[in-house]
């Protein structure tokens, strides 16, 4: 058999050989790809990584381990300087210790970390994205977007629990104009990893109803410059250039500019300096409509005065020229009054001579009229006598005439002659048709009736 080791004794031998070669502690070079902090413990486990720099395919990995007592010291120091917080993504400079341990294997033991180098990574970072904005020419879009004068209708990115989100609700709502705002919040985080998705998410959903929105407000409270992170990324300064609605940031840090203040159609350090520019918006209108309004009053009245001065003067000038006409017209006058008077005379007289012999002819024909109907009268009297006797002996004649017709239409008498009268259900009878067989009839004659059920019916039931 041949000759073997144990697992253990191989890991031993290449521990040893570690230490051996790697005495001492060395500068490396890497990229934070995991990174976790044990609760109960305090000791931070991270993943590190190299990347293919054309590719950004890994091309190296490592285990590496601060412990708790160092992470105390390393993590504020190094968050303090670069302005971010220590987490995936960044790329460190870090001092560790290179060990092998024969049930975990190979990893670093990381015992200091140099800042600087991350702040100029993320300061050369920040200058790429900058550029490949300015390259794409999206960095100015959302600052060409016309920002409504009256911005009332607001659309918020913010944590519901922000105190900045609610300093930016009450300055709004309690605005000494008591000018009126819709708010709408879209809730989003505005920190950590899952910041940056978050807020795009937000963007779209406002996207969703941009036509009834005027703008959107992402604002949040102060924090730590590590908190900032998220608004130096690419992506969400990419959908805010592309945003069809003006968006005003106010995230909280005095000294401070992201990349997404930088994009953004207006930048403001604070979410009550946001409130203050949509208050000063809506006055600055309502001011510029004032002096809109004064300007146009003085123009009203200064054109005022000025026609009452042409209207004034020209008064002055028409004065003589029309008491010319008016004397001109009054002589014109007074020579037609004295003609109208003079011929009013004279139709007066004419017309009184022509009234008088009408007068004289209507009493004529009165009296010549009355003689011919007293005539009249009189010899209509004189036969009315003869008339009237006339008159009762036609009427007497017709008298006697209705008396023999009334007799002679007597029903008696025509009973008498042999004639009879029949009778059904009270009805005269005037033709079979109204009868049926099996119905009684009543015949009555000159003296007596009689009760007859019908048996027989011969002749038309229809009549023509």
Known sequence: ????????????????????????????????????????????????????????????????????????????????????????????????????????????????????????????????????????????????????????????????????????????????????FYLKLFPALMQGAEAEKSIIDALERIYLHEKFFDTVAIIRGGGSQADLSCFDSYWLAYHITQFPLPVVTGIGHEQDETIADLVAHTKLKTPTAVAEFFISAILGFENSLLQLQNQFTDLVVSQIKERKSRIENLGLKLTPFVQ????????????????????????????????????????????????????????????????????LTNQNHKLDLFNKSSVYLNPENILKKGYSITYSGGKVIKDVCQLTKGNIINTKFYRGETESEIRKITGSKNPE
């Not at 890994?58 to 968050?79: D, G, N, Q, V």
């Not at 008077?341 to 017309?351: A, K, V």
């Not at 004529?364 to 009268?377: M, P, T, V, W």
């Open 1 to 180: 058999m041949e000759k073997f080791i144990t697992l253990f004794d191989l890991n031993q031998k290449i521990g040893e050989s570690i230490k051996s070669s790697f005495p001492g502690s060395f500068w490396v070079l890497a990229e934070i790809s995991e990174l976790k902090i044990h609760y109960n413990s305090g000791h931070c486990y991270l993943e590190l990584i190299e990347k293919d720099p054309e590719g950004e395919q890994i091309k190296a990995r490592a285990r590496a381990t601060i412990w708790s007592y160092t992470l105390r010291m390393l993590k504020p120091y190094f968050e303090t300087t670069t302005g971010r917080e220590l987490g995936v993504g960044l790329k460190i400079l870090v001092k560790a210790n290179v060990e092998f341990h024969e049930v975990y294997g190979y990893s670093l033991n990381i015992i200091d970390i140099d800042p600087s180098y991350t702040l100029g990574e993320l300061a050369r970072k920040r200058q790429e994205i900058i550029k490949r904005l300015e390259t794409e020419g999206v960095f100015n879009m959302n600052k060409e977007i016309h920002l409504p004068p009256v911005p009332q209708k607001i659309a918020i990115i913010s944590s519901q629990t922000a105190a900045g989100y609610k300093d930016f609700v009450h300055q709004i709502e309690h605005n000494a104009y008591r000018y009126k």
């Open 324 to 391: 010319t006409v008016i004397l001109k017209y009054v002589k014109q006058l007074n020579t037609v009054e004295k003609k109208s008077e003079f011929l009013l005379r004279s139709f007066l007289q004419t017309r009184v001579i022509s009234l008088r012999k009408l007068y004289s002819d209507f009493v004529r024909a009165s009296e010549g009229y009355l003689l011919q109907k007293q005539h009249l009268f009189q010899t209509r009297i004189s036969s009315l006598p003869l008339f009237c006797s006339q008159l």
